[in-house]
Every structure is written in C-alpha cells, then in structure tokens.
C-alpha cells in the first residue's frame, strides 16, 4: 500500500476521490478537505446506501492509511469497542506468582495490569502509531448505538485520547481521520456533534448517479444505465418505507447486466425489484398499474 500525502485543496480532494471511483458533490469534497485540514472528526448523516461509509474506504485507500471500522449497535459497549482486560491471561499471573511465593500486592497488581495484559479493541487500535500515518477511523452507523455508549465518545473524538482507570491515559500522538456516521435512526446529541464538522450526504441527482453507475457497472449499455436511473428517480418520489439508494441502484444495475438485459420491461423489472426495495409492503406497492407508471416515465425517450 503507498502512502499519499493528504490533499491540499478542494479541488485536488475531489479529484482524489474521483480517481479512486467515488464521484462527490463538490459539498462533500470541501467538507471532506476541511476535516483532513483541521484535523477533526467529520460526521455525516444521510439515509442508508448513500455513500457515507464509502467515504472513510476510499480515503483509507486513496491515503494508503489502515482502515479501523467500529461497527455500532444496541448494547456496544468499552469492551467491546475500545478495551478489555485479558482475565485468563491475568488470573495465570497471580497464580504463578503465588506458587513463586510472591507476597508483594502492589507491585502484582501493577503488573497484572501492564500493556501485556491490555486487548486493544478499534477504538484503541486508532490510537496508535503506524508508519503509514493515522489510521482512518470509521465510527459506522453510531445512531445504532446507545446514548451512554456516545457519551463515552466525546473525550475520543475532543481529545484522541481514552483514559483506562487501573493503567493511565492513552494519547495518539496524531490524530487519527475519524469519519462518523448515522443513518439518524435517533437524533444524535448536540454534544458530540460540536466536537465534529458536519455534513448531510443526500440521494445524488440523476446526472450524477449516471456517472457513478457508468463508474461502477462496466459493461451496461447506455439505454440501460439512463433507464435505470431514472426508474430510481422515479422510486424516490415515491411514499416507500425506505428508499432506494445508490447502493441499491449498483446492486440493481449489476443485476440487470448478469440477466443480460438491454432495456427495462414490466417484467423484468418485477423480477428484480427485491435488488431495489427491501421491505414487502414498499414491493406491494409497485405492483400493477404503478410499475408501469413508473417504468413509463423511465422508459420515455
């Protein structure tokens, strides 16, 4: 992996991630710029499958930087997340000292809690030195997550650093590139949000979600790939339970190509539409008369 040099402007960000297949809203780019400038965590919010954690992927590996991905979900906590101690490891320790007749308390309670002993989960893992440079830390879909387990985030994402009661406080001697994400299941609190730069991540219009399927669907006939996104399109004005973002679009694109297909139908369209919508009431509704509505209003030259 090589190590590039962070950008240093706007439009060289945007050429950086273009280069590695993420086509970004100038926005985006700027607000991206900005955090690797400042050195602060960026948070960004959108519906799922509009790209956000697909910015922190291609920034590690546009930056030839160590990708540490913290997965959130309800019930997340320090151990999980950020450290624990090894008990077994430990618990040998005290009775090997015990059977050397080692009496001393003190000094066998500071070395049952040396670094040895210390299982570092990724948020810890972030703060370490690498000769790459800081890693790019992924903090995915934190809305998942539970208010205590947020609050615990704060003196990470203000200071880079985690304070381990029976060891000390851990710093990174660099920050690492910290992207945060939310899906805004539940809002996320003002105070973590202060400590970040912030940026909604929308659906892509049509001009550019036909870049970014040319982009990542090679092969697709140029019929295709306009009729698909514009049956996307289409979708989003629907009143769905959850809308079909860009991932989907690729999913659904690909799936097109594998069945060879040259132009959308009613009927394959019905066939495909679980690569699109995931929800059965949301397939219900594109049943019929409102498919071909739609697929009309793609179709039309």
Known sequence: MTTSAPPNSVDATLALLTSHGYLAERSLATVVFLALRMGRPLFLEGEAGVGKTEIAKV?????????????????????????????????????????????????????????????????????????????????????????????????????????????????????????????????????????????????????????????RVPGISAKLSQQVVAFVQALRQQDFYKSPGVAETLDWATALTELDARALTAQVVGDTLGALLKYQDDIAKMQGPALEKVLKEATSE
């Not at 500071?110 to 030195?129: G, T, V």
């Open 59 to 215: 920034l590690a590996s546009a930056l030839g930087r160590k990708l540490i991905r913290l997965q959130c979900y309800e019930g997340l906590d320090v151990a999980s997340a950020v450290y624990e101690w090894n008990s077994a490891a430990q618990m040998i320790a005290i009775r090997l000292a015990e059977a050397a007749g080692d009496t001393d308390r003190e000094q066998l309670s500071s070395d049952i809690f040396a670094e040895r002993y210390l299982i570092k989960r990724p948020l810890l893992q972030a703060l370490e030195p690498d000769v790459a440079g800081p890693p790019v830390l992924l903090i995915d879909e934190l809305d998942r997550a539970d208010e205590a387990f947020e609050a615990y985030l704060l003196e990470i994402l203000s200071d880079f650093q985690v304070t381990i009661p029976e060891f000390g406080t851990i710093k990174a001697p660099a920050p690492p590139i910290v992207i945060v994400t939310s899906n805004r299941t539940r809002e996320i609190h003002d105070a973590l949000k202060r400590r970040c730069l912030y940026h909604w991540v929308d659906y892509p219009n049509a001009e550019r979600e036909l870049a970014i399927v040319k982009s």
